[in-house]
């Protein structure tokens, strides 16, 4: 079966940085795309990042310069790096694949349950 669970999010000031987690099981993340997604309160859900199964990323553009998504295949874990967070990134993040190799916005099949940023002075 497959699962993920992400962690590492917490309270941050602006400005500050935090790396997320997304721990796959049943599951081998080289094999896929795995993307992170977040979804701010009374917003619909966007996606922040993805990681294709040769490495190779997307990354939207309001994210761009601030947010690096990564992989270690060792840990079966992706990671989305976050520095300088702004007030607009409070979210859960979550992570999910649609089981393609290839990075695409709908169709996904799993989904991880997600871990709270919240960026408040």
């Known amino acids: 079966q497959v699962q993920f669970v992400e962690s590492g999010g917490a309270w941050v000031q602006p400005g500050g940085s935090l790396r997320l987690s997304c721990a796959a099981s049943?599951?081998?993340?080289?094999?896929?795309?795995t993307t992170w997604f977040r979804q701010a309160p009374g917003k619909e859900r966007e996606d922040v990042s993805c990681?294709?199964?040769?490495?190779?990323?997307w990354i939207d553009a309001s994210v761009k310069g601030r947010f690096t998504i990564s992989r270690d295949d060792a840990k079966n874990t992706v990671y989305l790096q976050m520095n300088n967070l702004k007030f607009d990134d409070t979210a859960v993040y979550s992570c999910?694949?649609?089981?393609?190799?290839?990075?695409?916005?709908?169709?996904?099949?799993?989904w991880g349950v997600g871990t709270l940023v919240a960026v408040s002075s």
């Open positions: 049943g599951f081998t993340s080289r094999d896929y795309a």
């Open positions: 990681i294709r199964d040769d490495g190779s990323s």
């Open positions: 999910a694949t649609s089981m393609l190799t290839w990075c695409t916005t709908g169709g996904m099949r799993y």
